[in-house]
Nanobody, 125 residues
Framework: QVQLVESGGGLVQPGGSLRLSCAAS????????MGWFRQAPGKEREFVAA????????SYADSVKGRFTIARDNAKNTVYLQMNSLKPEDTAVYYC??????????????????WGQGTQVTVSS
């Protein structure tokens, strides 16, 4: 089993920044990629960004390219999502997830095996 604990959500004004963190523990040797998803009220959970466990491969949703950056700290088993130039449409519950999928970068929720509890991000003036 893998446990994921997120932190860093909150309320921010449009144009502002937030950094989300996701600390992984447990059987982390089984993880091949980490990802961030988000879900707004009444909408499906959508892919935001993913990074391979080595950090060599990264993928972003088109809606966040150039504004969000995913990174990992191997020593801390932690993945970060730096969110800049936030927009009201970025408002959602953000979830960290871990995938055991090998080969392809996992960009859909169904290929992720472990999920964090979610952290609320609200972008509003």
């Amino acid at each position: 089993q893998v446990q994921l604990v997120e932190s860093g959500g909150g309320l921010v004004q449009p144009g502002g920044s937030l950094r989300l963190s996701c600390a992984a523990s447990g059987s982390i040797f089984s993880i091949n990629a980490m990802g961030w998803f988000r879900q707004a009220p009444g909408k499906e959970r959508e892919f935001v960004a993913a990074i391979s466990w080595s950090g060599a491969r990264i993928s972003y949703a088109d809606s966040v390219k150039g504004r969000f950056t995913i990174a990992r700290d191997n020593a801390k088993n932690t993945v970060y999502l730096q969110m800049n130039s936030l927009k009201p449409e970025d408002t959602a519950v953000y979830y960290c997830a871990a995938s055991r999928l090998r080969g392809l970068m996992p960009v859909t929720p169904d290929v992720y095996d472990y999920w964090g509890q979610g952290t609320q991000v609200t972008v509003s003036s």
